[in-house]
């Protein structure tokens, strides 16, 4: 296995922009292996875009983005096609695919990639539903008859149908009840040091920052204006970052985190 | 993780021990899953020789010992690491609960029977539904009339310009090659006879009463409702109807009138650029083929074939436009929150206009005929 800590995702000088809107101007940021990284910023700051660069649907206008240590612009299709199958997107929206049911949504890697036979990739698919705290009569419905919590449960479910290297999750506790958002922290750091995989997890939710990551990044100003762990972060002299995390929200959250792992340190 | 040469996971049973071997994990899900189905009952698992464990392989382990045991595995596997007891005590609090979902009904010539039946029954419901909508539509229509500050004049132009404007290029090339088509039928079969002139008859005739108007609106059907139902059907998905309803706006009024009147402005237009280009198309091959000299043409044109002759093909056109539109629109309306729906909602959107509009033109052809129009 390779080490712990070495960067399998590297940016360096990233440029985005969209006509005249400049998203992302020198952006650098590693995600380094086996760690997740949150990712935190303003609505709009380009977390979405930045996270739609790494995996490559947004061909950056400039800078590079090297994921194992190549850039996937520069592969053949066959060969991005490999790497791309060791990531794990959870999207925004939960893009499930509308016209087929939910094991089939977490079965269709596994029959593309995995080369399961159906059944057996259903049967998985319905573990990895329930893993992802759906029931089980939820399996044969339609992503049109989800509610909202449980659409990111399902694309939860989805990404990690592979057991991904690298999984990018995008605000997947928004929309959950606290309950399942505590669960779903608790998931990630269970499946993380399991199976050692790197997540790349936007979000908003200060909980699972206390709660789950190792490293923050801060967006702000087109670029990240910190990587690093969290006590270091909030002790940053920004306004944004002062607001952020000092504000009655993060102060609340970081007083449960400290609470919550100082009586009892069992909790992680 | 993955580029290391792994080990293939294997089970292994020697003096009532079982012993997982190996990397359990997904590349190995289907031999391993076939290792586990043979094993009847197990208490406990050797996983000192262990290899790579992933969540398929965690779920391999639980189907081979029962959640209850995996959920106890300090006590058997004290050795594991924590992580990977925290991972298998995950998968097996997960597959608590049954994991099968209850299966499908079956086939069968009963079943096919049913399908039939229901198949018949969506047909009579699909026409009620049909008149209903129109029914809808025409009183929203009337309600909109007597109110000239909820005209919506913007959106109409530019779905005028979206179904009438853009189609002029595509209708004017069909109908003037088939117009030349007519033509050159009309000119074989009449040689024979020695009546080549009557040509000119057959390429207006066929064109004012039908040919022009029924073209038109096939096209249409397949160009505009399918847009129609497309955008509608997708607005649906999106949940933007919804959005509409809640906002106390009227979709029937906002989505569907402005298309509708749209195409009723349209496809009379188009309908007479499509005779104009059929005629022309076949006063092309009468002057290159058969020596009738487009004066000749025109001269005939005007002597012989009355006004009445266009004027039925045109009173149709409004009533076609009408049905390809509402229908285009309920299609819309109908599809359910998948691309697949809305891909079939727009087909099956296609297909009912094109035949309404030829069922509808031939009852027309035979009243019309009884009529001695
Ligand atoms: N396809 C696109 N075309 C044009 N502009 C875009 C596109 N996608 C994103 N943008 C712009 O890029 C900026 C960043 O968008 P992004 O979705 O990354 O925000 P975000 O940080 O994820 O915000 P949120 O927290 O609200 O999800 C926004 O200003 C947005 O308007
Ligand atoms: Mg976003």
């Known amino acids: 296995m390779s080490e712990r800590g070495e960067a399998i995702v590297e940016i360096r000088g990233l440029v985005n922009r969209f006509g005249q809107h400049v998203v992302h101007h020198g952006l650098d940021l590693d995600i380094r292996r086996g760690e997740i990284l949150g990712v935190v910023g303003g609505s709009g700051t380009g977390k979405s875009v930045l996270l739609r660069s790494i995996v490559g649907l947004k061909r950056p206008d400039g800078g590079t983005v090297r994921v194992f240590g190549e850039e996937l612009e520069r592969l053949s299709s066959a060969r991005r096609a490999r790497v791309e ?6 999207f925004q929206r ?18 593309e990639h995995a080369g399961l036979s159906r059944a057996d990739a259903e049967r998985l698919a319905r573990v990895k539903l329930a893993l992802a705290g759906l029931p089980p009569d939820a399996a044969r419905l339609n992503p049109a008859e989800l509610s909202g919590g449980m659409i990111k449960r399902a694309a939860l479910a989805r990404a990690l149908a592979l057991d991904p290297e690298v999984l990018f999750l995008d605000e997947p506790t928004a929309g959950l009840d606290p309950i399942g958002a505590a669960a779903f922290d608790r998931l990630l750091l269970t499946l993380r040091d399991a199976l050692g995989f790197s997540v790349f997890l936007v979000t908003h939710d200060l909980d699972t920052l206390y709660s789950s990551c190792d490293r923050v990044a801060v967006i702000a100003d087109k670029r990240i204006l910190v990587a690093a762990p969290l006590a270091e972060v909030e002790g940053t002299d920004d306004p944004w970052i002062r607001d952020y995390f000092h504000g009655p929200r993060g102060r609340a959250a970081s007083q449960a985190a400290r609470h919550h792992s100082s009586p009892n340190g069992e909790e992680r | 993780m993955p580029d290391n040469v792994s ?11 079982l012993s997982a071997i190996g990397d359990w994990t997904l590349p190995h899900y289907a031999s391993l899953r076939d290792a586990v189905a043979r094993v009847h009952e197990a208490e406990s698992i050797d996983l000192e020789r262990l290899g790579e464990l992933d969540t398929s392989g965690a779920a391999l382990l639980v189907d081979l010992l029962g959640p209850d045991t995996v959920r106890d595995v300090d006590r058997w596997a004290p050795n594991l690491p924590a992580e990977r007891q925290a991972l298998l005590r995950a998968v097996a609090d997960a597959s608590r609960s049954p994991l099968f979902a209850p299966p499908s009904p079956g086939g069968g010539p009963l079943a096919a029977l049913a399908a039939l039946g229901q198949t018949v029954e969506r047909l009579a419901r699909q026409q009620r539904q049909l008149i209903a909508f129109i029914g809808l539509t025409l ?24 179904t009438g404007l853009n189609a002029i290029p595509i209708v004017a090339l069909l109908t003037f090659l088939v117009g030349a088509v007519v033509a050159f039928l009309g000119a074989t079969v009449l040689r024979d006879f020695g009546a ?42 999106n949940e933007e109807i919804d959005a509409l309803r809640a906002q106390g706006l009227d979709p029937i009024e906002l989505l569907v009138l402005p298309r509708v009147l749209a195409m009723t402005i349209s496809l009379p237009i188009l309908t007479l650029v499509g005779m104009l280009s059929g005629m022309l198309g076949g006063a092309l091959v009468c002057a290159l083929a ?15 074939i009355p ?27 109908k599809a359910k929150a998948s691309a697949q729906s809305v891909g079939e909602h727009t087909t099956s959107s296609v297909v009912q206009s094109i035949f309404m509009v030829i069922l509808l033109d031939a009852l027309a052809a035979l009243y019309f005929m009884e009529m001695g129009w």
Not at chain 2, 307 to 333: Q, S, W
């Open chain 1, 85 to 90: 199958r060791r990531f794990g997107v959870l």
């Open chain 1, 94 to 111: 939960g893009a499930l695919f509308s016209s087929l049911n939910l094991q089939e949504n977490v079965a269709l890697p596994l029959i």
């Open chain 2, 7 to 17: 080990r293939p996971g294997r089970l292994e049973q020697d003096a009532h021990r």
């Open chain 2, 139 to 162: 009183s929203t229509l009337l309600v909109t009339l007597l109110t000239p500050w909820r005209w919506r004049i913007t959106s109409l132009v530019a779905h005028v310009e979206q």
């Open chain 2, 196 to 237: 080549t002139i009557y040509t000119v008859n057959l390429v207006t005739y066929s064109f004012l009463r039908e040919f022009g108007v029924l073209l038109a609106a096939i096209l249409l059907a397949g160009r505009t409702a399918s847009a129609f139902t497309a955008q509608i059907g997708s607005m649906k998905a």
């Open chain 2, 290 to 304: 058969l020596d009738i000299s487009p004066t000749q043409f025109l001269n005939i044109l005007q002597r012989d």
């Open chain 2, 307 to 333: 006004l009445r002759h266009f004027l039925v093909g045109m009173v149709k056109a409004p009533l076609f436009a009408f049905l390809v539109a509402v229908i285009g629109c309920l299609e819309g309306f």
